[in-house]
């Protein structure tokens, strides 16, 4: 992935909006000079000769901007500088590119943190017709576009919390809820999207519950 990325051409872009979901995670609107796939990524660096950082298009194709979803990383290169940008600032980034395009449905998707954000933009995209939605968070705030899912989603719009309790909130992990699955589809696509231990912990339970590997296709944020 890292020398996929490395070759690819940045280009300059505005930003148009930027902000701030909950503490250390931002939303950013950039100006969109690409057409692209809901769940595609692009690179994105603060300069031209930087090490661009991947990151999910969390906007929908009609969309007239393309925007991304990030956590701040306080000692990470890229995020503590992205995280002050103001409108008219400019960034650089890729053409959009990546497979991780969840065309396969029925499916269930599963997300932790940020890694929602090619979700929201295949919800905006009107590409969710038969799914189910697993999203994982530490807190409530966490569950970012949480309104647009449920309206969208509505009970296929699962919210698993592992430290508040809430209305429409599963308390505890959605590995555990998993594990205690009876009735999980073997013949289903599952779509993963975050850290590698979350994609890990997923990809051993479904195959235990006897999904085939080739069911199981994750979007990893390394
Ligand atoms: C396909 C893909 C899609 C992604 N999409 C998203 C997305 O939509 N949203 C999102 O939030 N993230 C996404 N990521 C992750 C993103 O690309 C960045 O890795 C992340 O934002 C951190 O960037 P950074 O430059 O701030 O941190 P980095 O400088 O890359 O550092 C990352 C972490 O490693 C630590 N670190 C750095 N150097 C060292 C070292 N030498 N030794 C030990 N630790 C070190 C830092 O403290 C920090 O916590 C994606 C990743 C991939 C591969």
Redesign the pocket.
């Known amino acids: ?1 890292m020398n996929q990325h490395k070759r690819k051409a940045l280009n300059a872009v505005k930003v148009i909006s930027n902000q701030l979901l909950t503490e250390g995670v931002h939303y950013i609107q950039l100006e969109k000079l690409h057409e692209f796939q809901a769940g595609q ?1 692009i690179a994105l660096a603060m300069h031209p000769n930087d090490e661009p ?4 298009i ?1 906007s929908g194709t009609q969309r007239p901007y393309l925007s ?6 306080p ?6 500088p992205l995280s002050k940008v103001q409108i008219n600032d400019t960034v650089y980034i890729s053409e959009p590119f ?1 497979k991780f395009l969840c065309k396969e449905q029925p499916a269930t998707w599963i997300a932790t943190g ?1 890694g929602i ?1 090619p979700f929201i933009s295949l919800v905006e995209s009107g590409l969710a017709q038969n799914i189910q939605l697993l999203h994982g968070a530490r807190t409530i705030d966490k569950f970012y576009f949480q309104d647009v899912f449920q309206k969208e989603l509505g009970t296929n719009y699962l919210r698993f919390c592992t430290t508040q309790s809430g209305q429409h909130i599963i308390e505890g992990r959605l590995t555990t809820y998993l594990k205690n699955s009876t009735n999980l589809s073997t013949n289903n696509k599952y779509y993963l999207c975050g850290g590698p231990q979350m994609v890990i912990d997923v990809r051993e339970i479904l195959i235990s519950k006897g999904v085939s590997y080739d069911n199981i296709i994750a ?4």
């Open positions: 992935m990524v950082r991947l990151y999910s969390a991304i979803l990030f956590d701040v990383k000692d990470g290169e890229l995020t503590p990546g940020t954000a979007e990893i944020y390394f």
